[in-house]
């Protein structure tokens, strides 16, 4: 008898980013995603979730033509599966929960090209506002800034600088009523970022951040990270380019920044750093692809020695 597969996913979604040449947009999803323990990245339960979204957003004319603003409407249900120690750790005791929630996501971009931009630059701020008036048991509002800069250095190089910084609370409704945030929609950082979007070359994948007596990622309330690239140009067509990197960051539990930031021991000296390489291929039909080797400066397993070297594929518009 043939095992289940452990991981399924069915999403049906349609946008229209100019109504009829306007500059409104217009969307609408419906999905369903079962993920097993094995596919989740130290999570160790089995994961399923079924929702649907619509979205509305417009281009705006001020302060200028790159600004953007979207609000997105989401209403899913997830289930969760393990020991109950795992429940209890992960979950709070919870085997079903139901999230409604409103994103508003104000954005800027003036990038001259995608795939490589020599000038220009990309501004991000994200807040999701999750049950409390809406109804559900996941009462959080969570605040993501992300900002990136494209500078010519000297001949065809670029200089790419990002920050990012995200923020948690939980919201209080009643005194009989179980409130937590999402493991999935806590901060964890690490490798690639996948699935959970926060990388750091020169570490494991989603090893950075609060964990359990096992070393098992849980997520954190707070996070900040910086990264500063000098990029080199190989071929325009296809889009090949090399890198030097360095970068830092990390999670933490606090439900403030100012906290991790200004904290002895867990301010700026708790920064995860590294450096390294890399490259980056756009592939007709499959997108970005990339292979970077990063030297991780900190040590995060306790045995009082550096990380050491780390090789990271990415995929995608990770970078």
């Known amino acids: 008898m043939l095992e289940p597969s452990k991981y399924k996913s069915l999403n049906i979604s349609f946008q229209d980013p100019m109504i009829n040449d306007s500059?409104?947009?217009?969307g609408a999803s419906i999905f369903y995603s079962y993920r097993?323990?094995?596919?989740?990245y130290y999570f160790p339960l089995d994961f399923t979730v079924a929702g649907a979204a619509a979205s509305f957003g417009r281009r705006l004319e001020w302060p200028d033509d790159f600004f953007r603003v979207m609000w997105s409407a989401r209403i899913m249900q997830k289930e969760y599966e393990g020991s109950e120690a795992d429940i209890?750790?992960?979950i709070g005791g919870l085997e079903k929960t139901r999230g409604i929630s409103l994103t508003q996501m104000f954005s800027r971009d003036s990038r001259n090209r995608a795939e490589f931009p020599t000038a220009g630059s990309t501004f991000q701020l994200e807040t999701?506002?999750?049950?409390?008036?809406?109804?559900g048991n996941e009462n959080f509002q969570k605040h993501v800034l992300g900002l990136?800069?494209?500078t010519p250095a000297f001949s065809k190089t670029v200089l790419y600088s990002s920050v990012r910084l995200g923020l948690i609370k939980t919201l209080k409704v009643d005194s009989n009523t179980t409130s937590f945030v999402p493991f999935d929609e806590r901060f964890i950082m690490g490798g690639n970022g996948i699935p959970y979007g926060n990388a750091l070359r020169g570490y494991p994948d989603n090893s950075i951040g609060p964990q359990t007596n096992s070393g098992q990622a849980v997520g954190g309330n707070s996070m900040a990270r910086l990264i500063t690239e000098l990029r080199f140009p190989l071929s325009e067509n296809p889009v090949i380019y090399t890198m030097l990197f360095a970068e830092m960051g990390n999670v933490?539990?606090?439900?403030?920044?100012?906290e991790p930031f200004f904290m002895e021991?867990?301010?700026p000296l708790s920064f995860k750093k590294s450096a390294g390489v890399g490259v980056r291929f756009f592939m007709p039909g499959i997108g970005k692809l990339g292979f970077d080797m990063g030297y991780g400066f900190d040590d995060i397993d306790g045995d009082g020695n550096p990380q050491g070297w780390e090789y990271t594929i990415t995929f995608g518009q990770t970078y």
């Open 252 to 258: 933490w539990n606090q439900s403030t920044l100012s």
């Open 88 to 90: 209890n750790a992960y």
């Open 36 to 40: 097993g323990s094995s596919t989740n």
């Open 148 to 150: 990136d800069w494209f």
């Open 128 to 135: 999701t506002y999750s049950g409390g008036i809406f109804g």
């Open 23 to 26: 500059p409104y947009l217009v």
């Open 265 to 267: 021991r867990s301010g």
